[in-house]
């Protein structure tokens, strides 16, 4: 599997991304699939959380994938633009990706900023309608610890007025108000984080 890159944001903007590669599948009969959204601001610490309970679900024996933003937007989204009806389409593109890999037994792991509720409450729609588990996760980093970590550095470009359009600055961001979990990086660390993850799944069935 991939080893997990420090931190990014998402593919919701030109400047916010989640980097890393995809998370390779484990062929065993053990998984349940199902999809879990990890939604929260860029450097918010979704990604790092996302592949250390990926590495943990696989040495498991679990089938598991990691959906990255930069792959989707590269090979799914590409043509699409960064205002609020494209940046719902790319969500959406994600979402249909997310529920076949987890109607196929794939827990199917999306740390995406996926910032406009209405967006992400279609995703979870989607997944209820065809009976396929999802949860939502927001990874609830204050955008003051984002900015302190600012793992591309992207907060201090939209400062310095080089780029605009950066998620929960200066472009809007819908926070969760009833997720499934609610975690906070700036109280705990990634293995705390992603031990909470899992005692999410395990009490949902899903390992």
């Known amino acids: 599997m991939s080893t997990a890159p420090a931190d990014g944001s998402t593919a919701d903007t030109p400047h916010d991304t989640d980097a890393g ?10 998984s349940v699939g199902g999809t879990v959204w990890l939604t929260g601001l860029p450097s918010a610490g979704k990604t790092t959380i996302a592949y250390a309970l990926a590495e943990r679900l696989t040495s498991e024996g679990h089938r598991v994938e990691v959906l990255d933003g930069d792959e989707i937007r590269e090979f799914l989204s590409a043509g699409l633009g ?32 996926a910032p406009y509720a209405d967006s992400r409450e279609a995703v979870r729609r989607r997944h209820q309608s065809a009976g396929t588990p999802y949860l939502e996760v927001h990874v609830a980093t204050p955008v003051e610890v984002c900015s302190e970590r600012d793992v591309k550095g992207l907060y201090a470009k939209q400062a310095a007025g080089e780029i605009s359009g950066l998620t929960g600055v200066d472009d809007p961001y819908e926070a969760p108000t009833d997720p ?28």
């Open 21 to 30: 590669n995809t998370a390779n599948t484990v062929n065993t009969a053990r």
């Open 82 to 113: 960064f205002s609020r009806a494209d940046r719902h389409t790319n969500v959406q593109r994600i979402g249909f990706v997310a529920e076949l890999l987890a109607s196929h037994g794939v827990i199917t792991l999306v740390p995406v900023i």
């Open 180 to 207: 499934d979990l609610r975690i906070e990086t700036h109280r705990q660390g990634v293995h705390e984080s992603a031990a909470a993850l899992h005692a999410l799944l395990a009490s949902r069935g899903m390992v």
